[in-house]
């Protein structure tokens, strides 16, 4: 059965209530670009751990809302 367009393929294997796109609803596309560009960039720059994938979104978003340097928006 294919999967739905907004459902991601491993949808099964991600834990309740850490799906991303239901953290971004209320941002702006900006916003939710921004923190999915640094998102990648932090987990590119850890060697692309997939043990980690909670905490660089959680730092990609704090940085982006902080509106901090290190997220390559000021």
Known sequence: MP???REPANAGDTPPGMQQEDKL???SRW???R???RAFALWRDAGFPHTQR???WGLAQLQVL???P???IS
């Open 3 to 5: 999967h739905s367009s």
């Open 35 to 37: 923190i999915r560009s």
């Open 54 to 56: 909670r905490d660089h």
């Open 66 to 68: 902080k509106n901090d």
């Open 31 to 33: 916003e939710r670009e």
């Open 25 to 27: 609803q209320g941002l």
């Open 70 to 72: 290190a997220a390559g």
